[in-house]
């Protein structure tokens, strides 16, 4: 049984009752510390005047502070607070008519003046004190824990880690008793938080481990970058202690998860970066308020792009995509986290121009998240390809230029830089329309670029976790293979930070760090799912797959990239851009080859167009290699 349920719960009116009996005391005391005993009786009449008017005043005025709405089980320093003013506010009305009283010989004028001061101090202390006495009576009797606690270590001595200490201290669901915090700060070293001591640096949790009885170790700080939680996640996995964690802060920012919730430790875990500050005044001028349009909606990005949007107020999201299942479990989310929320969901396909330019009417921004992504399936169908990626771009950007829609993203890759496959020569077409119509029509219509996400759906991990849950082998291409990575999260903040830097005309890059061997990501996963890679897990090398490359660019070399107002975003204005003309020329050249399912005259002529592509040297792809 929960906790909470065992606590006594202290109605409000036994509350008033002591208030009643405290007035009194706080009165009677006052006179008592300020006079000698046998002068009392003279000053009697003044004390039962001025209890008269203090339970008249003060009642009322404690009511008006709602000190009688509290709960006071959960009394903190904001309830502190209120008793201060609501017992100095009664103080001073309480004396304002004592004093008038004495001014018109109501009561005797040798009272002592000091005894009003008195009173109010002990009104602070016995009103304030019988409250903050509730809250100790019901943490003495919450819930015993079931048999023997855990021993819980904790990471991180900062405002996460003393919440999580409280939470722990107050509820037995966890049956964990946190012992000691880790933290690098030198000024925290041998200090105490909420009675619980910091033993050490995180540096040394290995000795610590050893030294100290722990059964589990919980990580509380959102911030920290990935090697921090490795080295953690490391050293228990060596010495066979369970870990949890707390999310990741760009999980916190995108309002999915409460900061009081602790998870398992999960592979995005690994690979956080440090936050950076962003301007939340420049994406809360582009997104509130406005009618918002993001395509693709039930993907993976783009439905933590409409998450996070739909943090920032906007007059209306709208979320459009062609699967049914997928967008109603986005609309599903979006109702759940953000009631009030004006969404509407749209069941359409950008490949349908005069579906667009109805659905796209006084929409002012759109994020085009929409595309087919997986390398060997648009290898081996071209046609598709070109057609969702190309030629729905076209559709969006012409019905967004039609309808005077204000700003526009396209969602891009890594893989568009000197593209080695189908799938990124179409987003680079993709990037050229869009940024042809922003210098055609000056409208802020920019591109982001950033590599693989981790999670989304049919990226890498789900494929491991499904090989690893039957049992292996894990398949990995080859062993030296490398790629860029960010958590979903991640990725969209950096988004919504570089689109609200769009003047027109940009092709934004993230900066995505060192890119990742792929056989460590295999690895990492199989330990954070209690295996060990090799004995329990087989891993298989399978070649790499048509299309791909051993690494991947996100910068072309000879190109200069200036920096943003955000040291993880960086912005090119001098992309290779076909002209309108050659635009009109190349296009409708691609839809006569699709239409005519000629799909090596589409790779010839992607090659010709795209810089630094050299898509027909890639071998049409076997299913075999899909995965």
């Not at 109501?106 to 006495?133: E, K, Q, T």
């Not at 049919?458 to 039957?470: D, E, H, L, N, T």
């Not at 910068?555 to 960086?570: L, M, S, V």
Request: hydrophobic share 45%; proline share 5%; with cysteine.
């Amino acid at each position: 049984m929960d906790a909470i349920k065992l606590r006594p719960h202290f109605r409000n009116r036994y509350v008033l009752l002591g208030d009643l009996i405290l007035i009194v005391v706080s009165v009677m005391g006052s006179f008592a510390l300020r006079l000698d005993v046998a002068q009392l009786p003279f000053y009697l009449p003044a004390m039962l005047v001025m209890c008269g008017a203090a339970l008249l005043i003060k009642l009322p005025v404690y009511f008006f502070f709602g000190l009688y709405r509290r709960i006071w089980i959960y009394a903190s320093t904001h309830e502190l607070r209120l008793i201060t003013a609501a017992v100095t506010t009664a103080s001073v009305l309480t004396s304002g008519v004592m004093l008038l009283l004495l001014s018109t010989g109501v009561v005797y004028p040798g009272m002592p003046r000091s005894a009003l001061g008195i009173d109010w101090l002990l009104s602070l202390v016995l009103i304030g004190g019988s409250r903050f006495a509730l809250r100790i009576l019901a943490e003495q009797s919450a819930a015993p824990r079931n048999g023997k606690s855990r021993r819980a270590l904790i990471i991180g001595a900062g405002d996460a880690g003393a919440l999580v200490v409280r939470e722990l201290q107050k509820s037995s669901q966890l049956n964990l008793n946190p012992i000691g915090f880790l933290d690098d700060d030198p000024a925290k070293q041998r200090q105490e938080i909420y009675g619980v001591p910091v033993i050490g640096l995180v540096g040394e949790i290995a000795d610590v481990l050893d030294n100290q009885h722990v059964d589990e170790v919980v990580f509380a700080i959102p911030s920290a970058p990935g090697r921090l939680v490795r080295l953690v996640n490391d050293a228990c996995r060596l010495k066979g202690i369970p870990s949890r964690t707390m999310p990741g802060i760009y999980e916190l920012i995108g309002g999915k998860v409460s900061v009081s919730r602790l998870r398992e430790v999960d592979i995005t875990d690994l690979l956080r970066r440090e936050p950076r500050r962003i301007h939340e005044e420049m994406i809360g001028n582009v997104l509130s308020g406005k009618r918002v349009l993001v395509t693709g909606a039930g993907g993976s990005i783009g439905r933590e792009l409409s998450r996070q949007i739909a943090r920032w107020n906007p007059g209306e999201l709208i979320i459009l995509g062609h699967g049914e299942n997928s967008i109603f479990e986005t609309l599903l989310e979006l109702r759940e986290d953000e009631a009030s929320l004006a969404v509407t969901p749209v069941i359409a396909d950008v490949k349908d121009l005069e579906r667009l330019r109805f659905v796209l009417k006084n929409v002012q921004v759109i994020f085009h998240a929409a595309a087919h992504k997986h390398v060997p399936l648009m290898q081996a169908n071209v046609e598709e390809a070109i057609l969702n990626n190309v030629i729905g771009t076209r559709n969006v950007v012409e019905a967004a230029t039609e309808n005077n829609v204000e700003r526009l993203v396209l969602i891009s890759t890594d893989k568009a830089v000197r593209p080695a496959n189908v799938y990124g020569a179409t987003k680079r077409l993709a990037e050229m329309i869009v940024l042809d119509a922003a210098h055609r029509t000056t409208r802020a219509y920019s591109v982001v670029r950033f590599g693989n996400v981790l999670g989304s759906r049919g990226s890498v991990i789900p494929i491991f976790k499904r090989q690893i849950a039957s049992g292996g082998p894990v398949k990995v291409t080859h062993p030296d293979m490398e790629r860029y990575f960010m958590t979903i999260p991640e990725a969209v903040h950096l988004v919504l930070q570089a689109a609200s830097m769009g003047r027109g005309g940009e092709a934004f890059l993230l900066d995505m760090g060192k890119q990742i061997r792929i056989l460590d990501l295999a690895e990492d996963l199989i330990r954070l799912s209690g295996l060990e890679p090799g004995r329990d897990i087989e891993i298989e090398f399978t070649g790499i797959r048509p299309g791909e490359k051993l690494r991947e660019e996100l910068w072309e070399p000879e190109k200069i990239y200036d920096r943003t107002a955000h040291p993880d975003i960086f912005c090119s204005e001098h992309e290779d851009v076909m002209t309108s003309d050659q635009l009109q020329q190349t296009l409708p050249r691609l839809e006569l080859l699709m239409s005519g399912g000629h799909a090596d005259e589409i790779i010839a002529l992607l090659d010709e167009v795209i810089p630094g592509a050299n898509i027909r040297e890639t071998p049409s792809p076997e299913m075999t290699y899909v995965v």
